[in-house]
């Protein structure tokens, strides 16, 4: 399913969009370019737990834990991990049943990306911060989410 974003208020209301629509536990990769938009996509859907919530790039420590009562988000960025590394994050100490894991560079791990519920590839369209969202469903979870996500069924 595909959304295009012109403004970073329209990337706050695909976030709100999509926090609506999740199943816990969920994996979520994300993929684009540099610049594309992946942390400030977790961002804005970070927000909608905490409004006043300070969210940081976990490029340098790899990951971001931020716990609330409903659920439990990891942001993970896999940017400095090199395709087929292994044992860079015990994913298992993380997993509870209210989890949700966003992974920016999920492709730099197969693996990973494979067993993930949630593709969401951000690609530039124009200088102008254009944006194209493509959420693909992996698992009959992922594709659960996406179809909520279709039908406004939230």
């Known amino acids: 399913m595909k959304y295009v974003v012109a403004k970073e208020k329209e990337t706050s209301e695909l976030a709100s969009k999509f926090s609506k629509s999740i199943y816990l ?6 993929t684009g370019p540099l610049g594309a938009g992946k942390t400030s996509f977790v961002r804005h859907f970070i927000k909608k737990y905490r409004e006043s919530e300070k969210v940081k790039s ?4 790899l990951l971001e834990e931020y716990n609330y009562a409903e659920i439990n988000i990891i942001h993970v960025d896999l940017y400095r991990i090199k395709k087929y590394e292994k044992n860079y994050i015990d994913f298992y100490n993380y997993h ?4 949700l894991f966003l992974i920016e560079w999920i492709d730099n791990d197969q693996k990973l990306m494979q067993n993930s519920d949630i593709i969401i590839n ?4 124009d200088e102008n911060g254009s944006r194209e969202f493509n959420l693909m469903g992996n698992s009959s979870r992922g594709k659960r989410v996406i179809e909520n996500m279709k039908n406004d069924s939230i």
Do not use: W
């Not at 536990?25 to 994300?30: A, E, F, H, N, R």
């Not at 509870?96 to 989890?99: C, F, I, Q, V």
């Not at 951000?122 to 369209?125: N, V």
């Open 25 to 30: 536990p969920l994996i979520v990769g994300i």
């Open 58 to 61: 976990p490029t340098f420590g």
């Open 96 to 99: 509870t049943e209210k989890s």
């Open 122 to 125: 951000i690609e530039i369209l």
